[in-house]
């Protein structure tokens, strides 16, 4: 079986970008692959978060992986954290990188923009990312367009390793899906999604009310036309409504520009926000019963008794090619 790796931040609320762009695909691909998926809060903590609201997003992290439909009995759903080796192997990967290349990830270069100073985990954070990845010899890693270049330094450390030391590490791929990869902003359909959005009418999130998910989707941003078509060049905005419909609905595209011929935007987004609501509420509901089953903590030691497993034999390789004394 092929190794799949991923994981998500648990820094503020899960949308249905995070939904359909991963863990939708990450359910789909459990069936088939040894399936490892974390909530990455090492990664988290590159930038300031309030503590108590780090343990509650977490959870919540967790619960919503269960509730979307991944099984702890055929993924290993655990914390980065709890994980000793992602910290270790995350510093020799950094011993490996060159400045060069940090300086030239975009992602760091957009978060920051505008600020007097920046934290040296931020900077890093594509070296920590690289460990994630090669701790587990992973074949494919689940990304969006806005993570290929980390994957890309991945595959070039790997390759610089193995160079160097030995062949160690698989070179990964990665897996990118071609529709629903990547849910734009409700505001702007020019950036993604994000849960970091400080405008919460961005993004539907996944634990959002009826009534948020159909104020959200009425006000979400559309062209001057009334053309329901998928262009996402001419109607960017329109577009990413229609990737939304689908990978609730079921229905394809040519469905939907057909369903919605001659009737506007009204129609349309009144029945997006229908599908989208029916769509998240059995996962709200099953998310319910997960946070109130006490559940969680029993999940995360058994997903980091199977990672660690994985994980600390790399770890050990690494460090003897690299000429430590093992103890």
Request: charged fraction near 25%.
């Amino acid at each position: 079986m092929k190794t799949v790796l991923s994981g998500i931040q648990p820094s503020g609320k899960l949308t249905i970008g995070n939904y359909i762009g991963a863990i939708k695909n990450y359910v789909a691909l459990q069936e088939d692959y040894n399936c490892f998926f974390m909530g990455v809060d090492l990664h988290a903590v590159t930038v300031p978060q309030d503590p108590a609201a780090l343990r509650e997003q977490t959870e919540m992290i967790v619960a919503l992986y269960v509730a979307a439909g991944i099984d702890p009995n055929k993924a290993a759903i655990f914390m980065q954290s709890h994980v000793k080796e992602h910290a270790e192997l995350g510093w020799l990967m950094t011993t490996l990188t060159y400045m060069g290349e940090l300086e030239r990830m975009t992602q760091f270069k957009d978060k920051a923009a505008g600020k007097d100073s920046v934290g040296a985990g931020l900077f890093v954070y594509p070296s920590l990312m690289a460990a994630d990845i090669l701790l587990y010899n992973a074949d494919l890693v689940p990304v969006g367009e806005d993570q290929k270049q980390h994957l890309e330094l991945t595959r070039d450390l790997a390759q610089r390793f193995n160079q160097r030391y030995g062949q160690t590490f698989m070179v990964p791929d990665p897996y990118i899906p071609q529709v629903g990869a990547r849910i734009m902003s409700l505001d702007d359909a020019s950036k993604k999604m994000s849960k970091s959005n400080p405008n919460p009418g961005s993004y539907i999130a996944l634990l959002d009310t009826p009534d948020e998910i159909r104020k959200k989707l009425s006000r979400a941003v559309t062209d001057s036309g009334r053309e329901v078509r998928f262009d996402p060049a001419e109607k960017p905005e329109v577009s990413n409504l229609m990737s939304i419909y689908t990978q609730c609905s079921g229905l394809t595209l040519k469905d939907v520009e057909a369903r919605y011929e001659s009737q506007g935007y009204g129609a349309f987004k009144k029945d997006l926000a229908d599908v989208v609501v029916a769509a998240l509420a059995p996962m709200q509901e099953r998310y319910k019963a997960i946070r109130e089953s006490g559940e969680i903590p029993a999940i995360l030691r058994s997903g980091a008794e199977k990672a660690s497993a994985k994980a600390a034999p790399m770890v050990n390789a690494v460090k003897e090619k690299m000429g430590f004394l093992l103890p």
